[in-house]
């Protein structure tokens, strides 16, 4: 099975697309990517949004968010998951969020189904010098949420590349827990 692990903002809502028009133009690529992987495949939501969706109603309580899952729908992406949310205990009173990395591959560990994955995000969270995406690099395809070109989010261009990291197989696998 292979996963392509998604960001909304960025990948799907750009700095200067986000109309659902706008919106609906890099979900059309990213099921054209779904559609073109030859065999079974899962979306997995890591974006912020993630925790007002229950993706097994594929519903949302943000009317905005349900019309981009109304998208996934019109697009026939199906097999819609998103990574756990989970803290980390930094001392007796303090949690921080996990990093996106540490989200990813905890989902990693939890489906051993999944043998090739991409991860579209635009940004990759540098904070204080530190990305929240390193360990999962070989697998980030970066979008660009502001461009002046008009390539930002999701584009046609990104396909080849998704295509090629999810034909890699097992191999590129590399969990760091």
Not at 20 to 40: G, P, Q, R, T, Y
Not at 97 to 121: A, G, N, Q, T, V
Request: overall charge negative; hydrophobic content about 35%; charged content about 30%.
């Amino acid at each position: 099975m292979k996963a392509i692990f998604i960001d909304f903002y960025g990948t799907l809502i750009t700095a200067h697309g986000k109309s659902m028009e706008d919106i609906e133009k890099h979900i059309a690529v990213l099921a054209d990517i779904c559609h073109s992987c030859d065999c079974d495949y899962k979306v997995v939501i890591e974006a912020a949004a993630k925790t007002i969706i229950n993706t097994k109603t594929l519903k949302s309580r943000s009317p905005f968010i349900q019309s981009i899952l109304d998208l996934f729908k019109k697009y026939n992406i199906e097999h819609i998951d998103k990574t756990p949310c989970v803290s980390k205990k930094l001392s007796s009173c303090s949690y921080v969020d996990m990093w996106k990395e540490d989200e990813i591959l905890l989902y990693l560990k939890r489906h051993s189904e999944i043998e090739e994955y991409c991860i579209f995000d635009d940004d990759d969270g540098h904070y204080r010098g530190v990305s929240d995406l390193d360990k999962v690099r070989d697998h980030l395809i970066k979008m660009d949420y502001v461009s002046d070109d008009q390539e930002e989010g999701l584009c046609p261009k990104h396909k080849e590349e998704a295509l090629k990291i999810l034909n890699l197989g097992s191999q590129r696998i590399k969990l760091h827990l």
